[in-house]
């Protein structure tokens, strides 16, 4: 089992910046790609970004690249997404997730989720 907890989330204004966090404990982190999820009011949940196991790879959403970096740390377990030059479309509730061994977009192919943490970007 992996347990997964989200932090970080709140209310930012267009044009500012967040850093969520999602602290990790149970089976060996570092086996586990992590990855973030987001899901708007009345849609369906989405990709965001992911880290391979080693942190040498890194995948992004179109939506979000070149604004959102994703970084792991497998000596603390943690995995951070830092969020720059926020959208009012990027509000939704932010998913923490883990894979074991490899990456992919697809929402059902990770078995861990954290409760997710809510972020709302006003214009």
């Known amino acids: 089992q992996v347990q997964l907890v989200e932090s970080g989330g709140g209310l930012v204004q267009a044009g500012g910046s967040l850093r969520l966090s999602c602290a990790a404990s149970?089976?060996?982190?570092?086996?586990?790609?992590m990855a973030w999820f987001r899901q708007a009011p009345g849609k369906e949940r989405e990709f965001v970004a992911a880290?391979?196991?080693?942190?040498?790879?890194?995948y992004y959403a179109d939506s979000v690249k070149g604004r959102f970096a994703i970084s792991g740390d497998n000596t603390k377990n943690t995995v951070n997404l830092q969020m720059s030059s926020l959208k009012p479309e990027d509000t939704a509730v932010y998913y923490c997730?883990?894979?074991?061994?490899?990456?992919?977009?697809?929402?059902?192919?990770?078995?861990?989720w954290g409760q997710g943490t809510q972020v709302t970007v006003s214009s």
């Open positions: 997730a883990a894979r074991y061994l490899r990456y992919s977009y697809d929402s059902n192919q990770y078995a861990y």
């Open positions: 149970g089976r060996t982190f570092s086996s586990y790609v």
């Open positions: 880290i391979s196991r080693s942190g040498g790879s890194t």
